[in-house]
C-alpha cells in the first residue's frame, strides 16, 4: 500500500514524543565494530550443539502457549544468581523478559506511569529516560561528579525536594563504565525508602565484568530493590533477547499485573535454559575481555587522552576537541565506535585481540591528527 503521504508528525501522537528520534546506534558493514558492547565471541560448538538441541524439543510444541510465568527459566537464573554472588534465591526472586530493557518497561509500568516521576544520575544508559516518556513519566536527573561518581548529598537532596516512583543506579555505570559503591546503594535506598513512594533499581548490565561486589548482596531486608541484569554481554547471548531482575517474592508478584501474556517464547526460555547449563563455557571470553579493556585504558592514556576508570567491556574515552569529527576519523579506517553525546567522549567496546589492535592503531592515528582538548564530563 502507498503512503498517504503524512509525516510521523502529522499523526496523533501524544505531545511528548514529537520531535522525538528514535534510539539506535549505527549498524554498519565495517571490518571492526566496537560501538554496541557485544561480546564478540561467538558461543562454543558444544554450546551451539546444546542450544539446537533445546530448541528442537520446543519446535513439535509450537502450536501451545510457552509457560507463561517462565518457572524453569527462572529457577536457573535464580541457581546462576546465587552461585555468582553467594545470596540464596529462588525463582520467587527473579522475573524474565524479553532483554533487560523490557524488565525496565515493566517495571515503569506497574511504578511510575502520569503524576509521576524517575530519578537518573547522568551521564548514564539512556534508555533509563527514553522507556521513562515512553511510561509517561517525568525524568529528573542528577549530574553525576566529575569523576562520574555519585554525589550521595545531591541524591539525597533530589530524593527529598521531590520523591521519584523510581530511582535508576546504574552499575558499572553505561557510558562511563563506573561501579558504584554498595554503601552508596544503600544510602540512596535508605533515602528513597524514608518516603512512602519509591523504589530503586540497579542496573547491572555488565556486572559479570566487574570486580566490586553485586547490588545482589543488598537484596536480603530491602523489599523495594530491584537488580536487574541481561545475558546479552558477558553471555555472548545479545540476539536472543534475554533480560532479568532479582528482588523481593513481592515484586515479582506485581509484575504479573503488568506484563503481558505468554511475553517470553517457549523458544527463548529453550535457549536461555541451555545458555545457563553452560555459563561456565559461555563466559570464557570475560577475563580475556577484562584484558583487552585494560589495554585500551593504558595506551589510551599514554596517547594523552582523558580515560574513565571502567569496570564493564567498553571503556570510555575523552581529550578529543570534536568527538563527532574523532568518531568519522576512526570510521574512515575502519573501526567502527560510539558517539554518546558527551562533548569531548567517545567509548569503545573491548574487542578480540585482532580487535583492539585495529582500534589501537586507529586511535593513534587519529590523536596525532586532531589535538586533543580536556574534555568537561558534564558540559
Known amino acids: 500500500m502507498k503512503s498517504a503521504g503524512l509525516s510521523v508528525e502529522d499523526l496523533p501522537i501524544r505531545d511528548e514524543l514529537r520531535g522525538v528520534v528514535a534510539y539506535g546506534a549505527p549498524q554498519l558493514d565495517v571490518p571492526v565494530r566496537l560501538n554496541t558492547n557485544e561480546n564478540p565471541h561467538p558461543p562454543s560448538e558444544q554450546v551451539v ?151 530503586v533499581v540497579v542496573d547491572e548490565a555488565y556486572a559479570e565484568f566487574s570486580n566490586a561486589p553485586s547490588a545482589v548482596e543488598l537484596l536480603p531486608g530491602r523489599p523495594r530493590l530491584i537488580v536487574t541484569r541481561t545475558m546479552s554481554k558477558a553471555f555472548a547471548f545479545a540476539g536472543a533477547r534475554v533480560g532479568y531482575l532479582a528482588a523481593d517474592p513481592s515484586v515479582v508478584e506485581a509484575i504479573g499485573r503488568v506484563r503481558l501474556p505468554y511475553h517470553l517464547s517457549s523458544l527463548t526460555q529453550a535457549a536461555a535454559r541451555a545458555a545457563l547449563a553452560h555459563s561456565t563455557d559461555l563466559q570464557s571470553a570475560v577475563d580475556d575481555l577484562k584484558v583487552q579493556r585494560d589495554r585500551i585504558v593504558v595506551t589510551a592514556r599514554e596517547l594523552g587522552l582523558v580515560v574513565a576508570d571502567s569496570d564493564a567491556n567498553f571503556v570510555l574515552i575523552g581529550g578529543f576537541g570534536d568527538q563527532a569529527r574523532a568518531w568519522q576519523a576512526l570510521l574512515d579506517l575502519g573501526v567502527l565506535v560510539r558517539d554518546v553525546g558527551l562533548p569531548g567522549w567517545l567509548r569503545v567496546t573491548a574487542g578480540t585481540p585482532t580487535e583492539t589492535d585495529a582500534f589501537l592503531t586507529a586511535l593513534a592515528a587519529v590523536v596525532g591528527d586532531l589535538s586533543p582538548i580536556a574534555p568537561d564530563p558534564l558540559r
Open 49 to 199: 550443539a546444546a542450544i539446537s538441541a533445546e530448541l528442537l524439543k520446543e519446535i513439535g510444541n509450537l502450536q501451545r502457549y510457552p509457560d507463561r510465568d517462565a518457572q524453569q527459566l527462572r529457577g536457573s537464573l535464580a541457581e546462576y544468581l546465587s552461585r555468582s554472588t553467594g545470596v540464596e534465591l529462588t525463582a520467587a526472586n527473579v522475573w524474565a523478559a524479553n532483554g533487560s530493557n523490557e524488565i525496565l518497561a515493566q517495571l515503569l509500568a506497574l511504578f511510575a506511569g502520569p503524576g509521576r516521576s524517575v530519578l537518573g544520575f547522568e551521564p548514564t544508559y539512556s534508555m533509563h529516560s527514553i522507556i521513562s516518556r515512553g511510561a509517561n513519566t517525568y525524568y529528573r536527573d542528577v549530574p553525576r561528579a566529575t569523576d562520574f561518581t555519585i554525589n550521595t548529598v545531591a541524591a539525597r537532596a533530589a530524593i527529598a525536594e521531590q520523591p521519584a516512583a523510581i530511582t535508576f543506579i546504574c552499575s558499572p555505570n553505561n557510558p562511563t563504565g563506573t561501579a558504584v559503591e554498595l554503601r552508596t546503594i544503600a544510602e540512596i535506598y535508605d533515602a528513597v525508602t524514608a518516603h512512602e513512594l519509591g523504589v
